[in-house]
């Protein structure tokens, strides 16, 4: 993937838990440095401070909301001002909303898909640029097992992985002749706050899940093997092979049973 990782600068956003912090812990073990990026400054000091202890990692800490482009483009300016050059970015921050249409909050809406699909965009090109004219880098966008098929009360969360997962593939058709890599890691079910976040509570307690250690090493796996996608656990890559074969309004029916929110008694 890239030119060896020690000594070398990851960006890694939604670094302040769940699978960023993850992937933050597991390329400080290789011995990169890091910029971590997330809202939560305090958890992202404490992980800045647990990865210099165990590793002598240099970590950059930059307190940014995603959603909001001026913000977007004020990290990547102290990036630049600070000399760093990304050779990994870890395009990981995201969320998810369970709703219904009647009661949607519009504004969340659009915030999730500013953060999923706009940030995520914009930095993957910023950096891109960069890999190009170099000559080597690599970028892993986080999407989702969500991206393989609609899912009913979930819907902009799904459409927007599926986004992630086809744009991810594109750019890693375009840029593997320039010896850079990109790869969209599709996770299923995980062992973070995301579905507390996504006002699914619960939800995780009651179905098969793995862990964010899985999920990073089957990430860091498909980086260095150059894969266009990966998907995390063979239960998660056969059903996302199956919902292919199956008839779409079976597949999205069937989806409604999953996130379709309680009634209130
Ligand atoms: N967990 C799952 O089951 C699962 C399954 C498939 C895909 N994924 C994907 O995995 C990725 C990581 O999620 P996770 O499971 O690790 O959940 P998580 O623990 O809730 O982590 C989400 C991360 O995104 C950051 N974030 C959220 N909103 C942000 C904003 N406006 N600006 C900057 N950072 C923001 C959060 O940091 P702050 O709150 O500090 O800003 C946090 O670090 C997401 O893209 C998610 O869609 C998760």
């Not at 699909?117 to 080597?136: F, S």
Request: proline share 3%; net charge positive.
């Amino acid at each position: 993937m890239i030119s060896g990782y020690a000594d070398q600068w990851a960006l890694v956003t939604g670094a302040s838990s769940g699978i960023g912090a993850e992937f933050a812990r597991r390329l400080a073990s290789r011995g990169m440095h890091l910029v971590l990026v997330a809202r939560r400054k305090e958890l992202l000091e404490k992980l800045a401070e647990e990865l210099h202890t165990a590793h002598g990692t240099k970590c950059e800490i930059i307190v940014c909301d995603l959603t909001d482009p001026v913000q977007r483009a004020a990290m990547v300016a102290e990036i630049a001002k600070r000399n760093i050059t990304i050779e990994l970015l870890i395009n990981n921050a995201g969320l998810g909303y369970v709703c219904e249409i009647e009661t949607t909050d519009i504004k969340r809406i659009m915030e999730m898909v500013q953060l999923n699909i706009g940030a995520l965009t914009e930095l993957a090109y910023v950096y891109l640029q960069g890999m190009m004219l170099r000559g080597h880098g690599a970028v892993l966008n986080v999407s989702s097992v969500a991206a393989f098929q609609p899912v009913a009360y979930m819907g902009v969360y799904a459409a927007s992985k599926a986004f992630v997962l086809h744009f991810s593939e594109a750019m890693w058709a375009e840029a593997r002749e320039k010896g850079v890599t990109v790869t969209a890691l599709c996770p299923g079910p995980t062992q973070t706050d995301f579905f507390d976040v996504a006002g699914a509570k619960g939800w995780l307690a009651k179905k098969r899940s793995q862990t964010p250690e899985e999920v990073v090493r089957c990430g860091m796996r498909a980086l260095e093997k150059k894969r266009q996608y990966t998907v995390s656990g063979w239960i998660n890559y056969i059903l996302a092979l199956a919902v292919r074969l199956a008839n779409r309004r079976t597949v999205v029916r069937e989806s409604m049973k999953y996130f379709r929110p309680a009634k209130p008694k």
